[in-house]
């Protein structure tokens, strides 16, 4: 017994049942990643964040996060308003490919 910890996703009309600690269900946060405000500006910015967050490190973790971050976004089918070949070429240039 007791309360489930799960409840719906926030977009408006999705009936997807998530955990508690999320606010919208994996598709439905795609969905706004590849809506505006997310273009290929703001995805070049998520890539010059990309393993800042561990200093005594950062150099090691940034290309082993770059590399999974390409091998991710390789079979990515839904760019939204991201120039994808762009961002493709910059993480290749980054990585020596
Ligand atoms: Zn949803």
């Known amino acids: 017994m ?19 600690n999320y606010k919208y269900c994996k598709v439905c946060a795609d969905d706004r990643r590849n809506q505006k405000g997310w273009g ?4 070049m910015r998520f890539l010059d964040g990309l393993g800042t967050w561990n200093p005594e490190r950062p150099a090691m973790d940034r290309t082993r996060l770059l590399k999974g971050y390409y091998e991710g976004v390789m079979n990515r089918k839904r760019w939204g308003q991201i120039d994808g070949q762009k961002v493709l070429d910059r993480v290749r240039g980054e990585l020596g490919l």
């Open 2 to 20: 007791g309360v489930p910890l799960t409840k719906y996703c926030s977009t408006p009309g999705c009936t997807t049942k998530i955990r508690v």
């Open 40 to 43: 290929t500006e703001a995805e």
